[in-house]
């Protein structure tokens, strides 16, 4: 998994989902992640032994406080299939989002890609008629912390 954070539109998030046993896998697992109105899905990259490896790209509109699958039951495999070498299905059920070893508990991912919006605007001069050549400070706050 790679370093937590605050991701924007277009950043990648990569994390891994390793099974007790080696596994072969067919069509395209994916994970549907909770960020807020429009879900995210990360989509399977590569295995290494028994592990595989998700990739999620923030789109605009996805935003999560703590990013994490929406449920329980919100990895699934399109056009296909996961299972161990003797050919026995894989249990697909993740851990409840939130608890021990879902993707929440293995750091903090913040997906922010709402635009800052402006709560105040303020002169530090009042009501004054300024002239071509003058200057006035202004001070504007945002709802968020801004660069």
Known sequence: MIDDGLFGVGDTIQF?????????V??????????GDDD???Y?????DSTLIF?????????????????SSSFSVEEGFIEDLARNDVDLLLPDPGSGMSISSEGTFIIDTRSPEVISVNSFLGDITCGL??????SITFDEMVT
């Open 44 to 48: 399977y990259v590569e295995k290494e």
């Open 133 to 138: 050549n003058d200057t006035v400070l202004i």
């Open 55 to 71: 990739r999620y790209i923030v789109e605009l509109g996805h935003n999560s406080d703590a990013l994490d699958y929406v449920s």
């Open 40 to 42: 995210g899905v990360a």
């Open 26 to 35: 067919t069509g395209i697992p994916q994970i549907t992640l909770e960020t």
């Open 16 to 24: 891994s989902i390793t099974f007790d046993e080696m596994v072969t």
